[in-house]
C-alpha cells in the first residue's frame, strides 16, 4: 500500500488528487463560519426541562432574547434633562424595525425605587425583546449597535448601558467573530516556529504546512456539507477546536513520518523505497494514534449536552481528513522534491543517525541504572501535583466572570443589580395547563427566591396555545448565580406538586441549571468510555495486555497533574473565579486521545525493537530513536493550544493552558522517564499474554543497550 502514494507514477496521481480536492473544498470551507448554529439550542441538553420549555415557547411567541438598556446617575437622583433623554430613547427605539428587533414592543422605561419618592429615582430600564434564530446570533453585534446609537452614550454624569442577556450574547459574538482566521494564523505561526527549530531547515516546513492547510481546508468542506445538508451541529465551539486539533494532530503525524523517512534515507539510496519503508514501519503508529483520536471523539456522540455531542463528528472529521492527508499527500510531496528539502542537514546515504549519541540515549541509559526507583519517585511527584486538585471550582463561570477583560454590557449587569432585582431581563419561564393556571401562579409566587409580584403572561404573548399558558417572573438573585439557580430547583418542585398542571420551566437560568447537570452526567459516562476506547485500540496494537493498562494508568497520572497544576495557576496567578462544568471534560478528552499518541509512537518503536534484541535495549533503542520527534511533536501541540489563549474567554483560555500543561507532561516526564522505567522494571512480562513475555535471560542481554540498527540491515 505504501507504493500507491510515493511510486515514481503514483505520487504524481496522489498530487493531483488532492489539488482537485482542494480547488472543490476551498469555497466550501469558506462558508462553515455561516452554518454555524450558534442559538441555545445547540449547546443545551435535548431532553432536559428547560429545552421543552424552549420548544413550547415557539407556540406563544418567537424565541426572543431580552435586550436592557439602563440609565443610571450614580450622583443622585435622575434629572429632568436625563428622564427627557430617557424618553426620546425610547421613542427612538420603538421606531426600529429589523428581522430581529421588535421596537414596538419595548417595555419601559421602569424607575427604581431607591429613592424616598418617585422622582428621587437613580435608574431606570428599559427592556427591547429580540427576535433569535440561527443569523441573530452573527447580528447581534450589529443590533446592539443600532441600539447603542439610538439611545447614546455615557454623558453628563448619566451612565447608558446596553445589557441584558442580548447585551452579553453580543459581546460573546464579538469574542467568536473572527475565531476563525485568528486561531488559524496563531496556529500557523506556531506551527511555522516549531518545525523551523525542528527541522532547521527554511524548506523542509512548507510541506507539512501546505499538507495541513489542505487536510483544514477538506475536513471544513466536509463539515459544511454535512451541517447543511445532514444536520450535523457545528457552532462557534467547534469551529475553532476544529482549527487547533488539525493543526496540532497533523503535524504532529507529519513529524513522526519525516523522522522514520530521515532514518531509511541515510540507508536507502532510492528515496521512493525510503518512503516506502517508513509508511511501513512509521504508519501503524500514526494510524492509531489518528484513531485513536477519532474513536475518542465519536464518543462524545453519548454526551447530552448538545454542543458536547456536536463537537464529537466535527472533532472526528478534522483529525481523519488530516490523518488521510498525512499519510498520502505529505509523503508524495515529500518524494516529489527529494533530499534537497533536508537543507542544510541532508541525510546522505551511509551518514550518521545523531539519535545514537543524543539526550534521549544518555537519559535512558540513566534510567536503566535505577528504573524502579524512577518511576515511583516520578509517580510520586506528580501525585503531589495533583493535590492541586482540592483548588478545582469546576461548578461553572458566570457571565461577568467569562471575559477576560469586562466588556460593558457585563458592567451594565452590575449596575442594573445595584437599582432593580438581580434576575430582572432574563426571566424564569414556565409552561402549564391553562386550566392550573391560577394554582401555578401562586405556586411560582409564593416560592423563595421569586419577586412576587412579577409572576404573569408576558406582554406579547399568546394567552393560551394547546391548551397551555406561558408565565414568566423575576428573580431576586442573579440569574446566572447559584441562588438563582436553587430558586430554580424550588420552583419546579413547588409546581410538579400541582395536580394535572403538566408544568415545566425554564428560562436562562433554567438552561444553565440544566447544563450544569448535563455536563456532570456526560463526565460519568464520557470519561469511562475514552478510557476503554484506548485501552482497546492500545491492547490491540500491541498485542498485549499488561503494557495497555501500564499506559493508560500513566495518562490518568498524568491528566489528575495537569488539572491539578492548572487549578492553582488559576487560582493563584491568573485570579480566575473558577472553570467550567465541562472544563475537566474536555482537557481529559483531548489529554488522553492526543497524550497517548506519544506513548504510541514510542511503544510501538519499543515493541518493533524488542522482537529484534529484547525488550530491555528495545526500550533504550525505542527512547532514543523518538526522543527528538516526540518532544518536537508535544512542543507543536502544546503550542497550538496554547493559542486559544488568544481568545478573550476564560473559558478557552483554561482549557488551552491545561491541555498545553499536559502535553508537556506527557512528552517530557510521563512518556521521557515513568514509562521508560516502568517498561524497563516490568520488562519482558509487558508484552504478557504474547510470547515475547516469555523472553530468555539470554536474550535480553544478547544486546548492549545501546542503539542499533532498526533495519536489520
Not at 22 to 39: F, G
Not at 136 to 143: F, I, Q, S, V
Amino acid at each position: 500500500m505504501a507504493w500507491l502514494v510515493c511510486g515514481p507514477r503514483t505520487k504524481w496521481l496522489v498530487l493531483v488528487f488532492w489539488l482537485v480536492a482542494l480547488v472543490v473544498a476551498a469555497p466550501l470551507a469558506q462558508k462553515l463560519t455561516d452554518e454555524q448554529d450558534n442559538t441555545t439550542s445547540s449547546w443545551v441538553p435535548r431532553s432536559a426541562e428547560s429545552t421543552q420549555v424552549l420548544n413550547a415557547s415557539d407556540g406563544f411567541r418567537p424565541e426572543t432574547m431580552p435586550m436592557v438598556i439602563v440609565y443610571a446617575r450614580e450622583d443622585g437622583p435622575l434629572t429632568g434633562a436625563d428622564r427627557a433623554r430617557i424618553a426620546d430613547g425610547v421613542s427612538e427605539v420603538k421606531q426600529l424595525r429589523s428581522h430581529w428587533i421588535r421596537g414596538d414592543e419595548t417595555r419601559g422605561p421602569a424607575f427604581d425605587k431607591t429613592g424616598d419618592a418617585a422622582d428621587r429615582a437613580r435608574a431606570a430600564q428599559v427592556y427591547v425583546p429580540l427576535t433569535m434564530n440561527n443569523d441573530t446570533w452573527n447580528d447581534l453585534p450589529d443590533a446592539v449597535d443600532d441600539v447603542k446609537d439610538k439611545v447614546g452614550g455615557s454623558k453628563d454624569g448619566l451612565d447608558v448601558y446596553v445589557t441584558g442577556p442580548a447585551g452579553v450574547s453580543a459581546d460573546f459574538a464579538k469574542a467568536f467573530a473572527d475565531i476563525d482566521s485568528t486561531l488559524l494564523l496563531a496556529a500557523g505561526a506556531v506551527v511555522v516556529v516549531a518545525l523551523l527549530i525542528t527541522y532547521r531547515s527554511p524548506i523542509l516546513l512548507f510541506v507539512p504546512l501546505i499538507s495541513v492547510f489542505v487536510s483544514l481546508y477538506g475536513a471544513q468542506a466536509l463539515i459544511y456539507l454535512l451541517a447543511r445538508h445532514a444536520g450535523l451541529t457545528v457552532n462557534g465551539q467547534s469551529a475553532g477546536i476544529l482549527t487547533v486539533l488539525v493543526f496540532g494532530a497533523g503535524t504532529d503525524y507529519a513529524l513522526l513520518l519525516v523522522a522514520r523517512y530521515r532514518e531509511e534515507l541515510r540507508r536507502h539510496e532510492d528515496r521512493h523505497e525510503a518512503m516506502a519503508l517508513a509508511l511501513h514501519r512509521a504508519g501503524p503508529a500514526v494510524l492509531a494514534s489518528g484513531a485513536t483520536v477519532v474513536l475518542s471523539m465519536l464518543v462524545l456522540l453519548t454526551a447530552e449536552m448538545n454542543s458536547t455531542r456536536g463537537l464529537g463528528p466535527v472533532a472526528a472529521i478534522g483529525v481523519a481528513v488530516g490523518l488521510l492527508a498525512m499519510l498520502s499527500l505529505f509523503p508524495a510531496l515529500l518524494v516529489i522534491c527529494g533530499r534537497w528539502l533536508f537543507w542544510p542537514v541532508v541525510p546522505h546515504l551511509g551518514s550518521s543517525d545523531p539519535a545514537e549519541r543524543g539526550v534521549w540515549a544518555r537519559m535512558g541509559r540513566r534510567i536503566a541504572g535505577r528504573p524502579r526507583i524512577t518511576w515511583v519517585a516520578t509517580s510520586l511527584a506528580l501525585a503531589v501535583l495533583a493535590l492541586g486538585l482540592i483548588q478545582l471550582r469546576a461548578a461553572g463561570v458566570s457571565n461577568e466572570d467569562s471575559f477576560i477583560d469586562k466588556p460593558d454590557s457585563v458592567t451594565g449587569q452590575e449596575v442594573k443589580a445595584e437599582y432593580f432585582p438581580a434576575g430582572a431581563g432574563d426571566p424564569l419561564v414556565v409552561v402549564a395547563d391553562k386550566e392550573q393556571a391560577a394554582d401555578i401562579s401562586r405556586a411560582v409566587a409564593g416560592t423563595r427566591g421569586v419577586q412576587r409580584d412579577s409572576v404573569g403572561v408576558p406582554p406579547g404573548t399568546k394567552a393560551e396555545h394547546d391548551g397551555q399558558v406561558l408565565i414568566e417572573a423575576t428573580l431576586t438573585d442573579p440569574s446566572d448565580g447559584r441562588q438563582a439557580k436553587d430558586t430554580v430547583e424550588r420552583v419546579r418542585d413547588a409546581v410538579h406538586d400541582v395536580p394535572g398542571a403538566d408544568a415545566r420551566v425554564g428560562g436562562g437560568t433554567a438552561t444553565l441549571l440544566d447544563m450544569d447537570k448535563a455536563t456532570i452526567h456526560d463526565d460519568k459516562l464520557v470519561i469511562p468510555l475514552v478510557l476503554l476506547v484506548v485501552l482497546l485500540i492500545l491492547g490491540v496494537l500491541l498485542r498485549a495486555v499488561v503494557a495497555p493498562l501500564l499506559l493508560i494508568g500513566t495518562v490518568v497520572v498524568s491528566f489528575s497533574a495537569a488539572l491539578g497544576v492548572s487549578a492553582l495557576v488559576f487560582r493563584h496567578i491568573f485570579d480566575f473565579p473558577g472553570e467550567s462544568t465541562d472544563f475537566p471534560l474536555f482537557v481529559f478528552v483531548f489529554l488522553v486521545a492526543l497524550g497517548i499518541d506519544y506513548n504510541i509512537f514510542l511503544t510501538t518503536r519499543i515493541r518493533e525493537e524488542a522482537v529484534r534484541q529484547g525488550t530491555r535495549p528495545g526500550v533504550l533503542t525505542g527512547l532514543a530513536a523518538t526522543g527528538s520527534v516526540i518532544t518536537s511533536a508535544g512542543l507543536v501541540l502544546a503550542g497550538t493550544f496554547a493559542v486559544l489563549g488568544t481568545i478573550p474567554m476564560v473559558g478557552f483560555v483554561e482549557i488551552g493552558f491545561a491541555v498545553a500543561l499536559g502535553v508537556l507532561l506527557d512528552t517530557f516526564i510521563v512518556r521521557s522517564i515513568l514509562v521508560t522505567s516502568l517498561f524497563l522494571d516490568v520488562g519482558p512480562k509487558v508484552w504478557w499474554p504474547h510470547k515475547l513475555s516469555h523472553e530468555t535471560a539470554d536474550t535480553r542481554t544478547s544486546s548492549p543497550p545501546g542503539m542499533r540498527s532498526p533495519s536489520g540491515d
